[in-house]
């Protein structure tokens, strides 16, 4: 049988199976992504950032307190929003009348089971515990997202509480490299947040909504949002040159470039995977980061 044509076989038979095995990952980072587990994940990536740039000793109570309260606020953000997700991802609306209720019931059992384990165990800070409950209560309850930047501004600056409380934990909430990551991740974040409702515009702007890609429309917001990834890559430059961090503050600018490449992607008609894996996903890159260079260091 003549060269070519023995490839043409082997890639005719391998191409159901290649297909299989693409439908398979979608399938896992669907799961993943709608379950909140892929968002838990991130926000305990965070944490884990936290602890190693500024190294401290890595424990597991705080990464576990971090990833329960996330799944708790997705949980009940997902079901509280369903009417709109309806309209915007109604992929993940339906995944959520499915199973709404029992990743509910996980979220609100994790985190009363992480405020158990920091009421019992005396951490510093288990008071602070609460605050996840009063964001959710802010944002899912009074309906911040109908405010102009607010909802990004809620969003970055939860997010930003995480190397907060990391230090607060540690007993070294001011020193200047929790300061930077707090400062560093709410604004990133923001941005992120920003870029995502560009997926949601049609829906927003139906429901009267004014969030940034509705007032601006997406070429503009891009553009706000890349001028924004680099003005805080510079800011961490600057931080480091002016010893005001550790030289390691340099892994962050795998970060903005992570971010960097998304953000021209970042359209209307990009599918629920781009945004809730992808842009979801730049806190697990930026762990990988941390920890491929903790490992170059060690």
């Known amino acids: 049988m003549h060269t070519r044509t023995v490839h043409a076989v082997i890639s005719f038979r391998s191409a159901p199976r290649l297909e299989s095995a693409r439908t398979r990952l979608e399938a896992i980072a669907l799961f993943l992504v709608n379950s909140n587990l892929h968002i838990s994940l991130s926000a305990t990536s965070i944490a884990l950032v936290t ?3 500024i190294d401290l000793r890595l424990e597991v109570v705080p990464l576990f307190i971090v990833f329960a309260a996330t799944m708790f606020v997705y949980s009940i953000n997902r079901v509280t929003d369903l009417e709109e997700d309806a309209r915007n991802v109604p992929g993940r609306a339906a995944f959520t009348r499915e199973y709404g209720r029992l990743l509910l019931a996980l979220g609100v059992g994790l985190y009363v089971l992480a405020i158990g384990v920091a009421v ?4 510093p800070g288990a008071r602070y515990t609460v605050i996840p409950l009063l964001v959710t209560i802010a944002y899912s309850f009074f309906r911040l997202k109908r405010v102009f930047l607010v909802k990004n501004l ?4 939860a997010w930003g509480l995480i190397p907060l409380g990391v230090g607060y934990y540690y007993g070294v909430l001011e ?5 930077f990551l707090a400062a560093y991740v709410t604004t990133m974040l923001t941005v992120a947040a920003i870029v995502f409702d560009i997926k949601d515009i049609d829906g927003d702007r139906a429901a009267g909504i004014r969030t940034v890609p509705v007032v601006f429309d997406t070429r503009r917001t891009r553009i706000l949002a890349q001028f924004s990834n680099v003005a805080v890559a510079a800011s961490v430059v600057v931080c480091v040159v002016g010893n005001l961090v550790p030289v390691t503050f340099l892994v962050l600018l795998a970060f903005n470039a992570y971010v960097g490449t998304y953000i021209p992607f970042a359209t209307r008609d990009r599918s ?3 945004y809730g894996f992808v842009i979801d996903g730049e806190q697990i890159f930026l762990a990988c980061c941390v ?8």
Do not use: K, Q
């Open 51 to 53: 602890v190693l740039l």
């Open 120 to 123: 019992v165990l005396e951490l």
């Open 154 to 157: 809620t969003v970055g600056v």
């Open 175 to 179: 020193a200047p490299g929790i300061v």
């Open 272 to 274: 629920v995977l781009f």
């Open 291 to 298: 920890l491929a260079l903790e490992l170059t260091l060690w």
